[in-house]
């Protein structure tokens, strides 16, 4: 039987899929590297650690499996990254990633300058950790690094390149570069124009399921791969999120509780323009509406790292008793935020605080919060289904937080019951590419069964009433900084 490797690059590791003809997965492998923030604002990686990772899980995914039933492999990875390579393809430091908030003035400038060009041209306006801000902000403070640039890549491009030695992105990741004309589905020439920019700094561009090349050959022979591996472009995180959830017709919605939280939903037609919202390019429909908040499952991972909780599972289910019992209020904003605030200002807060509260409390106020936030994106991009919202993430595995995220949003939700994100989602990008089976089809039939999550019906109204407390408290929280 014939197999598919999809490998998403993710923030905190690299997780590679091995999935077969049926949807079924067959082998997992998973490496962690780290962020580092040399300075405020400031998330790095190295992608020499993505090389290693690469190499690493590969090898460990591989083990005891057939290598020669592999026929394609395909990615999803972290978006908005600046991967800058020399004249001999070696990467130029580390790469700015997503979360990046250095560029937040140059940013501000673009929305303040620039802003009707670029939402006509782009669909979006300009967020500090897009593409664009940030190379127009490193340009300015490192001419030296500016002067050795060659090359510019998305995170999830890099890694093709080092299979096939070829350089190529896709529509969906082009999207968030802030340089990408999602109706053309080319990079935009007013854009280049106007930030000095020559396009020969960005690989060519090509749909998802196009086949960049093949693994080179003395990659194949170290891992026992035929020499006729496709290599498949893939897709950003997100993109590759809902195709790997079923997210895949016009009106459906889907949620992903990870270290970012989203909501998307796919359209056939550009809707009009909201600044809360992205617009990203995706296979079919044509358009994805997507919402980030920056900060979702990672709150939860910064509580239990700050109170040395190491069993976060034990603790989602010890907050049982929580449930419409908790007064305190957090605000879920650790990196600033997106949307529905573009505000990398904004900042984290307890609120509602008494001397009988306990660690419990405040990390159950932690997960209301995150949901809150997912509401209010919802709410503003006024996101709409008569079918469950589709939920996928870390956050989606705790029944906890599942109930609890249905009860806020008043709705049914359902979980896939192979729910391996991005991941599973670019190995049925790499199935399609090899076989021309369209990625709805594949997807459709990798997803037949779901679990069924329904709100805690006595518990709607009190929830309904708590958000609206919830939703007065950033402009309060950010008054104190101004």
């Given at each position: ?18 999935v077969?003809?049926?949807?079924r997965?067959?082998s ?84 303040a300058?620039d ?69 053309t ?5 007013p ?12 690989p ?36 590759a999120a809902?195709?790997?959830?079923g ?76 449930l ?32 009988q ?50 009860t ?20 049925i ?16 039939r ?37």
């Amino acid at each position: 039987m014939n197999t598919y490797i999809g490998i998403d690059l993710g923030t905190s590791g690299m997780k590679l899929l091995l999935v077969d003809e049926t949807g079924r997965v067959l082998s997992r492998a998973k490496e962690p590297y780290a962020v580092s923030s040399p300075e405020p604002y400031a998330s790095e990686q190295d992608p020499a650690d993505w090389e290693e990772a690469l190499w690493n899980g590969l090898e460990a995914l591989l083990d005891n499996q057939d290598p020669s039933t592999v026929k394609a492999i395909s990615f999803s990875g972290q978006m908005h990254g600046v991967v800058a390579l020399d004249e001999d393809y070696r990467p130029l430091g580390p790469a700015w990633l997503w979360n990046d908030g250095r560029a937040k003035d140059v940013s501000a400038n673009i929305n303040a300058r620039d802003h009707d060009l670029v939402v006509k041209e782009t669909g979006n306006i300009s967020y500090p950790g897009f593409s664009l801000p940030k190379i127009v902000y490193h340009r300015k403070i490192d001419h030296e690094w500016w002067d050795a640039v060659r090359h510019i890549l998305l995170p999830k491009d890099y890694l093709s390149f080092l299979l096939t030695h070829r350089l190529g992105s896709e529509y969906s990741d082009a999207s968030g570069t802030l340089l990408f004309n999602p109706r053309t589905r080319n990079y935009s020439r007013p854009l280049l124009k106007l930030f000095k920019l020559d396009a020969d700094l960005f690989p060519p561009l090509y749909p998802s399921t196009y086949c960049l090349g093949y693994v080179k050959e003395d990659i194949a022979t170290r891992y026992g791969l035929n020499e006729d591996v496709k290599v498949i472009m893939g897709a950003a995180d997100n993109i590759a999120a809902a195709i790997g959830i079923g997210v895949t017709k016009e009106k459906m919605v889907g949620i992903s509780l990870g270290t970012s939280g989203t909501v998307f939903s796919p359209v056939n037609r550009i809707p009009t323009h909201n600044d809360s919202m992205h617009l990203f390019a995706f296979p079919d429909p044509a358009y994805l509406r997507l919402g980030c908040m920056l900060s979702s499952a990672s709150c939860l991972a910064w509580w239990a790292n700050l109170t040395k909780e190491k069993d976060i599972g034990a603790l989602l289910d010890s907050l049982e008793p929580l449930l419409g019992n908790n007064l305190v209020y957090f605000l879920p904003y650790l990196n600033g935020e997106r949307c529905p605030h573009n505000d990398p200002e904004a900042s984290g807060a307890f609120l509602g605080l008494r001397m009988q509260n306990d660690e419990k409390d405040l990390a159950f106020a932690v997960i209301e919060g995150v949901c809150f936030g997912i509401k209010e994106m919802i709410e503003t991009g006024k996101l709409i289904s008569s079918l469950p919202f589709i939920l996928t993430g870390g956050g989606a595995k705790s029944s906890l937080w599942a109930k609890l995220l249905a009860t806020v949003l008043d709705h049914d939700l359902a979980i896939p019951s192979i729910d391996e994100g991005p991941g599973y989602g670019a190995a049925i990008i790499a199935y399609s590419g090899h076989t021309g089976e369209s990625l709805s089809s594949i997807s459709k039939r990798f997803n037949q069964k779901r679990t069924l999550v329904k709100p805690i019906e006595e518990l709607v109204p009190y929830y309904k009433k708590r958000y609206q407390s919830y939703l007065k408290l950033y402009p309060i929280e950010r008054r104190l900084f101004e």
